[in-house]
């Protein structure tokens, strides 16, 4: 049985800038430094919105990013995939799409997959271009958090961010982690 997760965040289109007035979307949270500029723009082009986040500092060791947390549950055992839309804007350090898997024991949270792009970044100008990132689930996994996000300085747009179930003979895009025990 196939799992869809359909989120609210459906965007097309270049924004010129933050637009503080329009609503922050419910269920998600901000990362990384506070000086980055996270938020929904509304577009020229109509009605339409989209997430934008924007650097200002070229240092590529710091970021600003987005991202929400849902139970593992429905994927466990499987593969999750989280797909995407992104546009750049003069970006030096790298844009993407990001994904952890989580277990949690005795209130601890621990680390089973991660991926953040980091190996294949969005740089420079681009026009909007899907992108994935593709994860096992481990049968231990408690939850998924899930996102985007900027590295340095430039600006991003991110659209139709969807996650779903992958087939079972999608490709991994992160390396594994250390194993420590568990799954």
Same mark, same amino acid.
């Given at each position: ?5 359909l ?13 503080e007035e329009?609503p922050?979307?419910?269920?998600w ?13 509304a577009?020229?082009?109509g009605?339409?919105r ?11 060791d ?8 849902i ?5 466990r055992?499987g ?8 546009r750049?804007?003069? +970006?030096?350090?790298g $844009?993407?799409?990001w ?5 949690s024991d005795?209130?601890?949270a621990?680390?089973l997959?991660?991926?953040n792009?980091?190996a ?6 681009t026009?909007?271009a899907?992108?994935e +990132?593709?994860?096992? +689930?481990?049968?231990a996994?408690?939850?998924i958090?899930?996102? $985007? ?6 600006s991003a ?7 779903d ?13 250390p ?5």
């Amino acid at each position: 049985m196939k799992h869809r997760l359909l989120l609210w965040l459906l965007f097309l289109g270049a924004a010129p800038a933050l637009a503080e007035e329009l609503p922050w979307p419910s269920g998600w949270a901000r990362y990384g430094d506070p000086g980055f500029e996270i938020g929904v723009v509304a577009l020229e082009a109509g009605e339409e919105r989209a997430l934008m986040i924007a650097g200002r500092t070229p240092a590529a060791d710091r970021f600003g990013a987005i991202g929400q947390t849902i139970d593992a549950e429905r994927f466990r055992g499987g593969k999750v995939r989280l797909t995407g839309l992104i546009r750049t804007e003069t +970006v030096d350090g790298g $844009a993407g799409l990001w994904m952890r898997i989580d277990a949690s024991d005795d209130g601890e949270a621990t680390v089973l997959r991660f991926d953040n792009m980091a190996a294949r970044p969005v740089q420079g100008d681009t026009r909007w271009a899907r992108y994935e +990132v593709i994860l096992d +689930v481990p049968p231990a996994a408690t939850a998924i958090t899930f996102g $985007a996000l900027l590295r340095g300085a430039g600006s991003a747009w991110f659209d139709e961010l969807l996650v779903d179930e992958a087939p079972m003979d999608a490709r991994i895009t992160a390396m594994p982690l250390p194993r420590h025990g568990g799954s």
